[in-house]
């Protein structure tokens, strides 16, 4: 008799250990496969990406970084604009650049992973009424299909203007454009942060 009770507890035993074995299996399952979404949102990112020859342009970008919990990449030029290269008006390196739409001047180093990045805040200063070609540089580096590019530039007095919406043909058709913003040097965080609210208002991927 005690033979057949412990037979039967063993049957039992087995069907609820092979139960608990199903229903783990399942649960990994699940785990692995419906919070995929859930994972590719929390591994969307924004990139800020600035280019600033004087340094008017990188506290503005490092301000949006840190206001956007961003990551943040500096374009540096590999041959490094002097004083006398910025001169304006002095046919010198900046000035032959920005007369020429070809020119591409040449970048150190590179952004690892843009892939994993969705929207890319792009600062540069205006040059001639235009952002320098170095940004023609950088946007013809990568491809930009399927993101979304956020333009802001500083300037003395010069507006953004049509800076922006000539970079626009140096993407893919795929890359979303926002309307950008001009800044002037020294804007505070609160002037910043008021522009970035008013563009999750419209692009809720850009949380300030």
Not at 87 to 110: C, L, M, V, W
Request: with cysteine.
């Amino acid at each position: 008799m005690k033979k057949r009770i412990c037979i039967l507890l063993s049957f039992v035993l087995l069907f609820i250990m092979t139960g608990c074995r199903n229903h783990a299996a399942e649960s990994q399952k699940t785990s692995n496969s419906a919070p995929k979404s859930e994972q590719a949102a929390a591994e969307s990112k924004i990139l800020v990406v600035y280019f600033s020859a004087t340094g008017t342009t990188r506290p503005l970008a490092e301000n949006t970084a840190k206001i956007l919990n961003a990551d943040l990449h500096e374009i540096i030029a590999k041959d490094p604009y002097t004083e006398a290269d910025l001169a304006y008006n002095t046919n010198g390196r900046a000035d032959q650049e920005q007369n020429d739409p070809s020119a591409r001047p040449a970048i150190s180093g590179k952004v690892e992973n843009m892939e994993k990045y969705d929207t890319i805040i792009l600062g540069y200063p205006i040059w001639h009424g235009q952002a320098p070609r170095i940004i023609s540089t950088f946007l013809e580096s990568y491809d930009f299909s399927g993101k979304t590019i956020v333009p802001f530039c500083t300037s003395h007095s010069s507006g953004i203007g049509s800076s922006a919406d000539n970079l626009h043909p140096l993407c893919s058709e795929q890359t979303k454009w926002k309307p950008g913003k001009r800044f002037e040097a020294g804007t505070s965080v609160k002037k910043i942060k008021k522009w970035l609210d008013h563009i999750s208002s419209s692009y809720p991927k850009i949380q300030s």
